[in-house]
Nanobody
Framework: QVRLWEFGGGSVQSGGSLKLSCEFS????????VAWWRKSPGKEREGPIA????????SYVDSVKGRFTISLDSAKNTLYLQMNGLQPEDTATYYC???????????????WGPGTPVTVSS
């Protein structure tokens, strides 16, 4: 059974930084895609806001590009999200997710972690 668990969330002031981690286990595929999503209060879940895979391909949505950095340590089965320049609009619960990677693209449904909350005050 695949399990993911995020940690590292918390409260920071505007302009501050946080680093989220996501440990995952039980995933038997050699190639996979991993990503960060977020859900702000009163809004739909947004994402992936940052994604990567076992080929090293990385992408971001425009709202976090240049401020957030995703990285994967596949040996440790751990995904990271370094968040710098945090703003109040980044307040959300952050989720990591994993899915299979096919020959040319990510495929299949995402499996989610329970999320970790991030609050940014002005």
């Amino acid at each position: 059974q695949v399990r993911l668990w995020e940690f590292g969330g918390g409260s920071v002031q505007s302009g501050g930084s946080l680093k989220l981690s996501c440990e995952f286990s039980g995933y038997t595929e050699a190639d996979y895609c991993v990503a960060w999503w977020r859900k702000s209060p009163g809004k739909e879940r947004e994402g992936p806001i940052a994604r990567t895979d076992t080929t090293g391909k990385i992408s971001y949505v425009d709202s976090v590009k240049g401020r957030f950095t995703i990285s994967l340590d596949s040996a440790k089965n751990t995904l990271y999200l370094q968040m710098n320049g945090l703003q109040p609009e980044d307040t959300a619960t952050y989720y990591c997710a994993i899915k299979r990677r096919g020959p040319s693209a990510c495929t299949g449904p995402w499996t989610w972690g329970p999320g970790t909350p991030v609050t940014v005050s002005s």
